[in-house]
């Protein structure tokens, strides 16, 4: 039998993982809405579909929340806790449409809160930290960069002699199927934190033993709360992916949406909760950057480059403050 606290904690992890499911949906589909390979109905559709697939098959990012992070057996409510603090930061990096990291969103704030609750730096995995979250978040967008920028000299250099117009009609109906494989790796990923953050819960709770895997039960749910965001759009953000940093065509988006892909299904199948949007957002940077740097809007990306950088200190400082919250209540 449940308890109402850990009912609420899973209430809470579902509303985190709708709030993902649409502040993330432009991360999949904002460039082939942009190019318009893709009628925003249609791609928000085809996302909401494969980032459902994508949370279904796999739990090795789960399993870095669940047991890479911290060591002590926290209270129900400091998971609570650090779950306000992700969603808090996610409502107000949507509302400015700053495409920030839902992932980096939902660490800072464990660790933050975690760090409250027990007064020691000493029950957070550091190594485990620094192996699985702060290298890839350097490491990670720059691949995406380096990957991105490749990929647009490679479409460059086979189709220099084609027409702009049978080039635009091929990547138009190619981006389809790179819009449905970024999904299925958004899925793959970013689906996974929830699901970590629930099973955490249940085993702090007692429900679960320690070494457990994720129920399934927790699979399926978090993979219908992903998709339901995603249908609720995301149209704040996917002005600022489509567009907002440089001109994109349908070679572009293709070429953005691979690479991106390709990127976050490696980092996946390493277990690493990355930010999908930190990769998305540099692929395209580096698309841009193909056809020459001045194409990319610097001082935009300036803006997004300074969100990644406080998202972990800025949510680690909420999930403390919310956890200080609760335990002046509890």
Same mark, same amino acid.
């Given at each position: 039998m449940?308890?109402t606290?850990i009912i ?11 709030? @993902?499911?649409f +502040? ?16 925003p109905t ?8 494969? @980032? ?9 990012v789960a399993?870095?929340?669940? +047991? ?6 926290l209270e ?27 992932s980096?969103?939902?660490i800072?704030?464990?660790? =933050?809160?975690?760090?409250? +609750? %027990?007064?020691?730096? =000493? ?7 620094l192996?699985?979250?702060i290298?890839?978040?350097? *490491?990670?967008?720059f691949?995406?960069f380096?990957? =991105?920028?490749s990929a647009?000299k490679?479409?460059? @250099?086979?189709?220099? @002699?084609?027409s702009p117009a049978?080039?635009n009609?091929?990547?138009?109906k190619?981006?389809i ?6 999904a299925? %790796? +958004?899925?793959?990923n970013?689906?996974q934190? *929830?699901?970590?953050i629930? *099973?955490?819960?249940?085993i ?7 070494d457990t &895997? ?8 978090c993979a219908?709360?992903? /998709? ?10 996917m002005?600022t992916m489509g567009? &907002?940093m %440089? ?6 988006g293709f070429a ?6 390709i990127v976050i299904? &490696?980092?996946s ?5 990355i930010?999908?949007?930190?990769v998305? *957002?540099?692929?395209v ?6 056809k020459?740097?001045? /194409?990319?809007?610097?001082?935009t990306?300036k803006d997004i480059l300074?969100t990644?950088?406080l998202t972990?200190?800025a949510?680690?400082?909420? =999930? ?5 919250i ?5």
């Open positions: 449940l308890s606290m609420i904690v899973i209430a809470a992890a579902l509303v985190f993982e709708f709030i @993902n499911g +502040h993330d949906t432009a991360n999949a589909i904002a460039t082939s809405v942009y190019t318009r390979a893709l009628t249609k791609a928000i559709i085809l996302a909401a579909s494969m @980032n459902m697939l994508g949370a279904l098959v796999s739990e090795k399993m870095t929340i669940t +047991h890479g992070l911290v060591t002590v057996q129900e409510y400091v998971v609570l806790a650090a779950l306000l603090g992700a969603i808090i930061w996610n409502l107000v990096t949507w509302w400015k449409g700053i495409p920030s990291s839902s980096h969103a939902l800072g704030s464990l660790i =933050g809160a975690t760090i409250a +609750h %027990t007064a020691t730096l =000493g029950d957070v995995l550091w190594g485990g930290v192996q699985k979250v290298l890839p978040l350097f *490491t990670s967008p691949v995406g380096l990957v =991105g920028f647009m490679l479409i460059y @250099n086979i189709f220099q @002699n084609s049978k080039v009609g091929l990547f138009s190619l981006q199927g790179s819009a449905a494989f970024i299925f %790796t +958004h899925g793959t970013d689906a934190k *929830t699901m970590g629930i *099973t955490l819960a249940l702090t709770a007692g429900q679960l033993p320690s &895997g994720v129920p399934l039960w927790v699979k399926v749910t219908i709360a992903i /998709a339901a965001g995603t249908s609720a759009g995301g149209r704040r953000i002005k567009g &907002g %440089t001109k994109l065509q349908p070679p572009g953005a949406q691979t690479s991106s892909a299904e &490696g980092m199948l390493l277990g690493a909760p930010s999908t949007t930190h998305i *957002t540099s692929a940077m580096g698309v841009g950057s193909a020459r740097f001045s /194409a990319v809007k610097w001082g990306a300074i990644w950088v972990l200190p949510t680690a400082a909420v =999930g403390a403050v919310c956890v200080l609760f335990d002046a209540f509890m």
